[in-house]
């Protein structure tokens, strides 16, 4: 009896085991079912995800070809307004449109481009009518500062042929005023090499020991003979190299030879040197200019600056130290400019300066003079 | 004494501004898969970004991507490699573009992916995206990482 008992007993509990454990079993089936959908679910997810994103960058590159195709003619620029004080004997007080310089370039083919830049500067008021042929009622001037054509058939060299910028130390390539703390230039800038040249030049740039060597070579009209009045004779020619040294560190060698209108054979050197390490940033150029008239005796002019810029957040500091001699055989007409900036960068192409400037003359007939200069300045184009 | 605090504090304000780099994602580097290059430096990398290397070994013309100015990523590769803000060094460019002496600038896209498939069709390409974006991908070549 004790034993069919037992037996009854395993029986009815093996059944109860089984009873509770049957509906437990099927829910782990539908459990197992869900998740396997859900694993199906994520994976089309995915590649849906995988096919939108491709959608958006086929979207972006249509987009990016089509900008490309539409610009008929990149425009870029900046300009410029300001108001300057002085205390310069015979000088005024004024508010002025100092620049509006348009750049016009165009990739007329793969390998061939046309760029200009065309500027106006001191807003000039030119009428129609020849009311303000008086260059005092001009009050500016309307400027082809670079018109060349451009041959490009690797990154390594080109070759421009028209007006372009004489490559000669760093200032006279790398001045325009949204980029530079100082909306006055160095003294000697301009002084002794042109501004611009009008001619062929060519550009190449080499490896050496590991990093670049930039040069440029050309042969121009000569500064005092712009377009029309060339009468191909006198070129000017000159060279300028550029090394980067290391990271941050350039320097390198200009030179410029011509014989002028005045018959003054003009030989121009210069050196210049770059230390760009954020935030700090110095250049400093030395030019020198060996003038040999056919008639008269020899003499040079000369000058040397040396400028320091710091940048914290949106500001940068500047101070710059400045000396042009303009006839080294007069002792009396060296003049010296200490140069302070603040610049506020409201955006990537909106500058605020405020620069002090003090002049100061060897010759005592000369009264020192200060200038201080707040501008705003916009660079047109994107970064 | 008064005069001597004051120095050092401006001088430590200016250092704390000065040096607001933040680390973020790793980034990779990526070339086409037929560059024969497999890894690059640093120093090779900032000479690339500012075309102190114009073409790769095999004479190959390098075509530069990087991302816009906006974006987090690019400065914190230019912070690394060019050791300057993005929008530091996009003036710089911007200089030497507005004056066209730029020899051969890098050209800035909106996104990653179009980075990728960019260098994934153009032999001498280079550029850098988020490590997370390639992880895998089949159609470049990743030449360094770092964060």
């Known amino acids: ?383 | 004494m008064r005069f001597k605090k004051a120095v050092c504090f401006i001088l430590a304000a200016l250092f704390i501004f000065a040096s607001t780099g933040k680390a973020g994602e790793v980034i990779a580097v990526i070339v086409n898969k037929a560059n024969p290059i497999n890894s690059i430096s640093e120093g090779e990398l900032k000479k690339i970004y500012t075309n102190n290397i114009l073409s790769w070994s095999d004479g190959t013309a390098i075509i530069i991507y990087e991302l816009s100015v906006q974006d987090p990523l690019r400065n914190i590769f230019s912070q690394r490699i060019l050791e300057k803000e993005a929008e530091k060094a996009a003036e710089e460019w911007a200089h030497l573009k507005l004056t066209n002496q730029a020899k051969n600038p890098p050209l800035a896209m909106k996104s990653e992916a179009l980075i990728i498939r960019k260098i994934s069709r153009e032999k001498g390409a280079i550029g850098y995206v988020s490590l997370a974006s390639v992880r895998g991908s089949q159609q470049i070549k990743i030449v360094s990482t770092f964060e």
Request: proline share 3%.
């Open chain 1, 1 to 383: 009896m004790a034993v069919l008992f037992r037996v009854l007993s395993v029986f009815l509990l093996v059944m109860t085991v089984f009873m509770f454990s049957k509906p437990a079993l099927a829910e782990e089936d539908r459990l197992d079912r869900i998740e396997k959908e859900l694993g199906e679910i994520r994976k089309e997810n995915n590649e849906l995800k995988l096919r939108l994103k491709e959608i958006e960058t086929d979207d972006e590159e249509v987009r990016h070809n089509l900008q490309k195709l539409s610009s008929l003619v990149e425009v870029s620029g900046y300009a410029d307004a300001e108001f300057y004080f002085t205390d310069q004997e015979n000088e005024n007080n004024k508010f002025r449109i100092r620049h509006l310089s348009l750049f016009f370039s165009k990739d007329i083919q793969k390998e061939w481009k046309l760029f200009s830049e065309i500027e106006y500067e001191d807003a000039p008021l030119i009428e129609s009518r020849h009311t303000t042929d008086i260059s005092d009622k001009v009050q500016g001037k309307l400027f082809v500062e670079q018109m060349y054509i451009e041959y490009h058939p690797q990154v390594k060299w080109d070759m421009r042929l028209g007006r372009f910028l004489t490559p000669a130390g760093i200032w006279n390539i790398y001045h325009y005023p949204p980029f530079v703390p100082t909306q006055e230039r160095p003294l000697m800038v301009r002084k002794i090499f042109p501004q611009v040249c009008d001619g062929i030049q060519l550009r190449n740039s080499f490896t050496l020991n590991d990093s670049i060597l930039d040069t440029h070579l050309y042969i121009a009209n000569g500064s005092g003979n712009p377009g029309r009045l060339d009468r191909n004779e006198n070129k000017g020619i000159g060279a300028r190299v550029n090394a980067d040294i290391i990271y941050g560190l350039s320097a390198g060698a200009s030179y410029y030879r011509e014989k002028d209108n005045q018959n003054i054979n003009a030989d121009s050197y210069g050196v210049h040197l770059l230390f760009n390490h954020a935030p700090f940033k110095f250049q400093t150029e030395y030019q020198f200019r060996h003038n040999a008239p056919e008639s008269a005796r020899s003499f040079n002019d000369k000058g040397l600056y040396a400028q320091l810029t710091y940048d914290i957040a949106k500001w940068t500091f500047a101070g710059r130290w400045d000396w042009y001699d303009s006839n080294d055989t007069d002792s009396k007409n060296d003049l010296f400019r200490y140069t302070g900036a603040v610049n506020y960068h409201f955006a990537h192409n909106v500058v605020g300066k405020v620069e002090y400037n003090r002049n100061e003359f060897d010759d005592p007939a000369v009264k020192d003079y200060n200038e201080v200069i707040l501008a705003i300045v916009v660079a047109i184009g994107d970064l």
